[in-house]
């Protein structure tokens, strides 16, 4: 049998810090994507993350704190595993730098630099930043002393030191950079990196003796290693090199993707490859330098007090939400901003009314109309081709994304089908099939729609953890998503007509940004009869300013359903832009429910509520009548909008 393809990914290993904050999780839940999505391919993944745990900065915080630095980072560290799991971050080992496996190899590494001559002995003097653990020239530094990185004050520094002789490689690394151009990515990061070297490079200070919390250096051990050197060497010491079994190493070196946030890019990409020039071991194939979550107050930092929590978030909102919305809402590679807004939206409305609403009007129909059990499909008509047609190309530019590193593209992709079976259900409008019984049709649209939220299943394996599996179950289908394997997308009717469907709850609830306002409304008032129009007369005409008091809006519907009992009442949630509500609407001789979901339609928004039949209605959405005949209902077309427009709208 054909061995499997492996496939290397590493984030950053973490200082320990009090918390790990949502941007952290953002390079972390990037790389486990990536991970998943490469294992859904059957490829053999190894994803390495874990903690960086020496130096200056970690022995100062310990200090301060009166405990040692072991006992502190091994309180600190405990909580990372936990943050990760509960964000199902998948790796496949954590590695800690205080940890024997990696201290005797870092010491090993640094044995045979020294033995080769790329280290030797001589004296620093320099601008060192505790907090970012690097070292500055004169040049380098504002005339205030100020860290060009992180912005806060360098300190000087003047010690016997051990120099990595990085000068010796600086041609070869730019010919290495020339002949493999996509080894730094994005592009931008890989000419500032060219340039950085161009400058000229000096060699770089590997020890340090003012402070002792470090690997000692195995000859000189009144020396620590410097702990960049300690901590880059963790994504192959993770694999055994050097040590006597080296098989790991062997299997998975190089790795495929090294993912860092934009500021460590040049550790990554000089200090790094030019130690495994010297060590004669092959260069990783990529490093992908990721922008940053920023706030509205900034980059998070505790200093500044606006860290964001991942496990609150996770508590609120749910993984797969918060899990979505790092990966949707900001192109890989640049800055973007953060927001608890912001992802109230996306779920809003990517989960919750796109992804959400598609799987549960499905399965509302299935039920209805087949008893929830898939039916054979008939022959196929326009748009039929055109929803696989969208479908294939869903699976074909998700993956074309994701081998680019563009995750939120791939998700763009992936949505695009989405969307697609939402409008391919107006479009077939199924409940008049099923009024007209047309019943050889709608078992085609209803496959078809059965058949969409399969392939969905399987493409969301690398993004949600949760939401993939509970759609597989709803549709009936045995095993899960993530064992049938990303090929399974790539087939239209692999899902066989028998699967007993059962709609669940739905899969995103909608997060209501003012529910503490709305509920202190008024519950109690009970609806009045509606008088019929009079006619515009001289006495009857009102003013602009009294038009004006009734607000109008438009508003999207979320959730129809009928009120038990009342053949004529619905029950309607709607979106009136950020805002959720609930109607009650006389209008069920005349519409489905199902037809009503996603349709935009215009509602008094400032009308006292009402309760009618025991539901309360909080405001009331507009529609055409036509005095019925004798005999017959009335005529009921609702007034919607002819262009696309956001919800919340006003309409005047
Ligand atoms: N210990 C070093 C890495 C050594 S790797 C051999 C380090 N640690 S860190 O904890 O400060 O940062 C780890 C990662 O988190 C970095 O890639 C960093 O860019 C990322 N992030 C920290 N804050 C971030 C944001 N606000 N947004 C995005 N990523 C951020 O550096």
New binding site residues.
């Given amino acids: 049998m054909a061995e499997k393809k492996t496939f290397y990914v590493t984030?950053?290993?973490?200082?320990p810090?009090d918390n790990l904050?949502?941007?952290?999780a953002?390079?972390e839940v990037a790389a486990d994507a990536l991970a998943r999505f490469k294992r859904h391919q059957g490829y053999d993944v190894m994803f390495l993350t874990g903690s960086?745990e020496h130096g200056q900065k970690i022995q100062r915080i310990a200090e301060e704190r009166g405990i040692t630095p072991k006992d502190y980072v091994d309180k600190i560290v405990a909580n990372f595993t936990n943050v990760w799991e509960t964000l199902h971050i998948s790796y496949d080992d954590f590695i800690r730098t205080t940890e024997e496996r990696h201290t005797k190899a870092v010491q090993e590494i640094f044995q045979r630099l020294y033995d080769s001559g790329d280290i030797y002995k001589s004296e620093y003097e320099g601008w060192y930043c505790v907090p970012c653990e690097s070292f500055w020239t004169e040049h380098q530094i504002t005339q205030d002393h100020i860290c060009p990185d992180c912005e806060r004050p360098v300190e000087l520094v003047k010690e016997e030191s051990y120099f990595f002789r990085m000068s010796r490689y600086a041609d070869r690394w730019l010919k290495y950079i020339e002949d493999n151009p996509d080894f730094i990515q994005p592009t931008s990061r890989r000419n500032e990196m060219v340039s950085f070297v161009k400058q000229g490079l000096e060699d770089l200070c590997v020890s340090r003796t003012t402070f002792d919390w470090g690997i000692p250096v195995p000859f000189d051990p009144k020396h620590v290693i410097y702990v960049?050197i300690d901590?880059?060497a963790?994504?192959i010491t993770a694999l055994g090199y050097p040590s006597e079994d080296e098989s790991k190493f062997r299997h998975y070196w190089p790795a495929d993707v090294h993912?860092?946030?934009?500021?460590?890019v040049r550790?990554?990409t000089i200090i790094w490859p030019m130690m495994l020039m010297a060590l004669d071991l092959p260069l990783p194939k990529k490093v992908f330098g990721?922008?940053?979550?920023?706030l509205e107050s900034g980059?998070?930092s505790k200093s500044k007090g606006n860290v964001v929590d991942p496990l609150v978030l996770v508590d609120k909102y749910g993984v797969d939400a918060v899990r979505y919305f790092l990966l949707r809402e900001i192109p890989f590679g640049a800055d973007g901003h953060y927001s608890e807004d912001a992802l109230i939206k996306r779920i809003n409305s990517d989960l919750a009314n796109d992804l959400g609403n598609l799987i549960y009007r499905t399965l509302t129909m299935m039920r209805k109309y087949f008893d929830g059990e898939v039916p054979v499909p008939g022959p196929e008509v326009a748009p039929d081709n055109e929803l696989k047609q969208v479908a294939q190309e869903a699976v074909t530019n998700a993956e074309a994304a994701m081998e680019r590193l563009e995750i939120s593209t791939a998700l763009d992709a992936i949505w695009d089908l989405v969307k697609r079976a939402n409008k391919y259900i107006d479009e077939t409008a199924p409940w008049t099939l099923a009024k007209n019984g047309d019943n050889e049709r709608l078992a085609t649209v209803m496959y078809n729609l059965a058949e969409t939220g399969r392939i969905l299943a399987v493409l969301l394996v690398p993004y949600l953890t949760s939401t993939p599996g509970l759609i597989w179950e709803q549709l009936g289908l045995d095993g899960s998503p993530s064992d049938a394997g990303w090929d399974t997308a790539k087939t239209w009717g692999l899902l066989t007509p028998g699967a007993k469907t059962h709609r669940g709850a739905p899969l995103f609830p909608r997060i209501d940004p003012d529910k503490e306002e709305q509920a202190v409304k008024d519950q109690k008032l009970e609806a009045k009869p509606v008088k019929e129009p009079e006619k515009a007369t001289e006495e009857n005409i009102i003013t602009i300013d009294e038009f004006a008091k009734v607000q109008l809006k438009v508003a999207e519907v979320l959730v129809a359903e009928r009120i038990p009992k009342s053949n004529k009442l619905l029950r309607l949630e709607v979106a009136i832009g950020e805002e959720h509500r609930q109607l009650v609407a006389g209008i069920g001789k005349s519409y489905e429910p199902e037809e009503l979901i996603g349709k935009k339609i215009v509602v008094v928004v400032n009308l006292k509520p009402a309760k009618l039949m025991g539901v309360e209605s909080n405001g009331m959405l507009l529609a055409a009548s036509f005095p019925a005949a004798k005999g017959e209902d009335r005529a009921i077309s609702l007034l919607t909008v002819d262009r696309p427009i956001d919800s919340g709208a006003s309409v005047r």
């Fill in positions: 984030t950053p290993i973490y200082y810090s904050h949502i941007g952290h953002y390079t960086d960049w901590a880059l963790n994504y993912l860092v946030g934009k500021e460590i550790f990554h990721h922008g940053w979550l920023i980059k998070m």
